[in-house]
């Protein structure tokens, strides 16, 4: 995720952003209107932080917010067979994964 994914997704970033930085008040949010530069000022002046200290910690919380974001599972990912054991349960199959076992 970049900035320009933030910008746009404001509405819903800026409740992660008051969960990261907690001393932001709603005010503060809705005057930053997802401006990196207005954050980065706003978070120097809550937090007295100093000016390169805050763009890192915007830019780690962006790369993390990248990690973290939900991803599709990939379907055609299979188990190798050794991994799966077939199961009869009430008269129909059931695949299951079992612990391999370690020599």
């Given at each position: 995720?970049?900035?320009?994914q933030?910008e746009a997704?404001?509405?819903?970033?800026?409740?992660?952003?008051?969960?990261?930085w907690?001393?932001?008040?709603?005010e503060?949010?809705?005057?930053?209107e997802?401006?990196?530069?207005?954050?980065?000022?706003?978070i120097?002046?809550r937090y007295g932080?100093?000016?390169?200290h805050?763009?890192?910690?915007?830019?780690?919380w962006?790369?993390?917010?990248?990690?973290?974001?939900?991803?599709r599972?990939?379907h055609k990912t299979?188990?190798?067979?050794s991994?799966?054991?077939?199961?009869?349960?009430?008269?129909?199959?059931?695949?299951s994964?079992?612990a391999?076992?370690m020599?």
């Amino acid at each position: 995720m970049d900035w320009s994914q933030v910008e746009a997704r404001w509405k819903q970033a800026r409740g992660k952003i008051k969960e990261k930085w907690v001393r932001l008040t709603d005010e503060d949010l809705e005057a930053i209107e997802g401006r990196r530069e207005r954050l980065e000022r706003k978070i120097q002046e809550r937090y007295g932080f100093a000016t390169d200290h805050v763009r890192k910690e915007i830019e780690d919380w962006v790369r993390w917010q990248l990690t973290a974001s939900p991803r599709r599972p990939n379907h055609k990912t299979k188990l190798p067979v050794s991994m799966m054991r077939r199961q009869r349960n009430r008269g129909y199959a059931n695949w299951s994964v079992t612990a391999m076992s370690m020599p």
